[in-house]
């Protein structure tokens, strides 16, 4: 059943000062709304269980991206075209851009917000797995004042995460370290555009003469959150890459993962993709390309 | 400060359609969709699935494409607004228009709104588009008749005529 705007409230206080007053006010009574990829679709199908909503879209406080030198300060309320058009970010972190790109249309990426993405929790969501491979940090922000986590560890189970109701991301914080890494990013799904992911990976390393120096291999729709396969990277790491250890790596992965059946893929079909994306990951980082 | 400027009564929003400015008496949850059609009688844009996937409410918000069905109308306070009424010039089809219309672009119509601005914005960014730009700039419209061929084929030939001033 579709929902009556009758039943809603929306404000738009139009400066983050505003919104985040308006939280403290009340916390977890109202929930933000910012370019309403995720919570106009809720609305429309009569599942929006909130009905206070704050606009968040366009505050310029959330949409810049700043780049310092030891880090690149991604707004919360940029949009995936923001990310794609980036020249720096989209140079040094590939596979965010990269999920940028098979996330949505065009016109879902001119609304949609990596913010956005990452409230929205879905295990299946396309740039996850690339904030969890780049180890990007979270600067959350309330009336109370700022904070800055890990991004991993952020999502606590299945569409649970540890923002209080009263905080916002304010930025994603992506530290200038990989540019000598080979970066891999891999959508499996029915097409790029407008499906979600089946199974989709983002992965960096280095393996100078075959040798894992460091790996990061992060999984989206392959758990209840997305995931950071630390034992397959722990069994890599110091390793000579050659045929048996690929072997080894896609058997701690499928045991590593734990997806589901659901209507887009199986559970199977799941584990058997991680493995072989590991593997040819694993191949990428040996004859020395980039692939994303 | 907290200054609510709207909230579930209905509230005047204005905005400029089409190159001219409009205001409505809506609630802020309204989707821009509903408000276009119903209040403006611009019954361009469709609704498809309701849910931002297929792409035929499309219309180009402050030169941005976007799902009108995913746009709280407060959201589009102050916005200048293109729907497909707007697009062509003196009531004469565009090129890209033509273009659709001479390669068989449209058959049940139910897309072509939001194909034709698309693929609008398709060329002022990309004048002479590639086949795989093309398919990326309509990958988020849907199609259910035409199996695509020959709305690409319109494009590629618009492409070609050099029509990037569609609007």
Not at chain 1, 16 to 36: H, T
Request: aromatic share 4%; with cysteine.
């Amino acid at each position: 059943m579709r929902s009556d705007p009758r039943d809603y409230e929306l404000v738009a206080p139009g400066n983050l000062q505003g919104v985040i007053a308006l939280l403290a006010s009340s916390p977890g009574e109202w929930l933000p709304i910012a370019g309403g990829t995720d919570v106009m679709v809720q609305y429309a199908a009569g599942k929006l269980s909130a009905r206070k909503l704050v606009s968040i879209w366009n505050l310029s406080e959330l949409r810049r991206i700043e780049v310092l030198p030891g880090e690149i300060r991604v707004g919360a309320g940029c949009t995936y075209s923001d990310i794609r058009k980036h020249e720096i970010l989209s140079r040094e972190f590939p596979m965010l851009a990269c999920a940028a790109r098979w996330t949505g249309g065009i016109a879902n990426q001119n609304r949609g917000t990596l913010g956005g993405n990452i409230v929205n929790a879905s295990p299946a969501a396309d740039s996850l797995p690339a904030l969890l491979a780049y180890d990007a940090e979270l600067i959350l922000v309330s009336a109370r004042g700022e904070r800055r986590l890990s991004y991993e560890g952020f999502h606590t189970n299945y569409k649970k995460t540890r923002i209080a109701p009263d905080e916002l991301i304010q930025s994603v914080c992506l530290l200038r370290r990989f540019s000598e890494y080979i970066h891999y990013a891999r959508k499996v799904g029915a097409r790029n555009a407008q499906a979600i992911s089946k199974v989709c990976i983002a992965a960096l390393g280095r393996a100078p003469g075959r040798t894992v120096d460091d790996v990061r291999i992060a999984l989206g729709s392959v758990a209840p959150v997305p995931l950071r396969l630390t034992e397959t990277e722990r069994l890599l790491n110091g390793k000579l890459i050659d045929e048996p250890l690929i072997g080894m790596a896609k058997k701690t992965a499928v045991a590593e993962v734990r997806p589901i059946d659901d209507i887009r893929s199986t559970a199977k079909y799941r584990g058997a993709v991680a493995a072989n994306l590991v593997a040819e990951f694993l191949n990428l980082l040996i004859a020395g390309g980039t692939r994303g | 400060m907290i200054s609510p400027t709207h909230s579930s009564c209905q509230s005047e929003i204005s905005f400029r359609v089409n190159g001219e400015q409009r205001t409505v008496l809506a609630f802020p949850m309204e989707r821009l969709l509903d408000v276009l059609r119903h209040q403006l009688g611009l019954t361009g844009a469709k609704e498809g699935c309701g849910e931002g996937e297929c792409g035929s409410c499309v219309v180009s918000m402050n030169g941005a494409l976007a799902n009108s069905c995913l746009i709280p109308v407060l959201q589009a306070q102050g916005a200048t607004i293109l729907t497909i009424e707007g697009i062509s010039v003196n009531k004469q089809w565009n090129a890209l228009q033509q273009a659709f219309l001479e390669c068989n672009g449209a058959q049940c119509g139910i897309c072509t709104p939001g194909m034709i601005l698309a693929a609008s914005h398709l060329l002022r960014e990309k004048p002479n588009p590639t086949l795989a730009e093309i398919q990326e700039g309509l990958s988020g419209n849907l199609c259910r008749c035409t199996g695509y061929l020959q709305i690409v084929e319109a494009v590629a030939k618009a492409g070609a005529q050099g029509e990037t001033k569609s609007s």
